[in-house]
Each structure stands twice: as C-alpha cells, then as structure tokens.
Nanobody, 125 residues
Framework: QAQLVESGGAMVQAGTSLTLSCAVSGRIGRIYTLAWFRQAPEKEREFLAAITDIGVKYYADSAKDRFAISKNSALNTLSLHIFGLKSEDTAIYTC???????????????????WGQGTQVTVSS
C-alpha cells in the first residue's frame, strides 16, 4: 500500500514563504494525480492544487496567486510552495494520490485513495 508523508510545516510569521514536501513510497501502480489539500480547525477540507501524471497543473481560485505545485517523479516527491503567508493559511496541509482513474472531479477529496497524515502550518500575524 502506498504511503505519503508530508514535511516542512512550521510556525512562521505572516509575509514569509514556505515549501511543503510529500514523500511517496511503497508499491504503487500508476499515479494519475497528486494533490494538496488543507483543513483549518472547524472547517471542511479544502482543495488547493493538483498535478497530473503528464504534468498538467490545477489550482483552486483561492490558491492561484500564492501557491505553486511541483513534483519530482524520479525522487517520488511532491512539493507545494506557498508565498506571502497569511494568518488564514493556518491549517493542516495534506497530500493525496489518485491511483484508479476516478471519473469524478480532481478537486474532490473522494477522488483520491491515499492520504498523508498532514503537516501543520501556523502563521502568526
């Protein structure tokens, strides 16, 4: 079974930048899409960005200006670069993998079969 482990979360000051990483390991078939989500306390999980097996990137409207997703397939890693952090960015950030070619929307959490445990990002203002 696939394992996804996030890292890079930290407590930072507003206005700074941060890079989160996701390491993918284990026996995995074809990964169609990798994505980042976040969830703040008492809020629903929110889609941020996704990247497909051929490198096509998708961003939530709220993430287009300050977020950048990338991957290194050779190293089996996924990254999320966040610029100009704001207090409202405080949340647990989680990576996810889609391995079964779902027919539903790639911005939906149910599209993904494997999830990491998340990494905490806390932004002080």
């Amino acid at each position: 079974q696939a394992q996804l482990v996030e890292s890079g979360g930290a407590m930072v000051q507003a206005g700074t930048s941060l890079t989160l990483s996701c390491a993918v390991s284990g026996r995995i078939g074809r990964i169609y899409t990798l994505a980042w989500f976040r969830q703040a306390p008492e809020k629903e999980r929110e889609f941020l960005a996704a990247i497909t097996d051929i490198g096509v990137k998708y961003y939530a409207d709220s993430a287009k200006d300050r977020f950048a997703i990338s991957k290194n397939s050779a190293l089996n890693t996924l990254s999320l670069h966040i610029f100009g952090l704001k207090s409202e960015d405080t949340a647990i950030y989680t990576c996810a993998a889609d391995v079964d070619y779902d027919r539903d929307d790639i911005t939906w959490a149910r599209h993904y079969e494997y999830w990491g445990q998340g990494t905490q990002v806390t932004v002080s203002s």
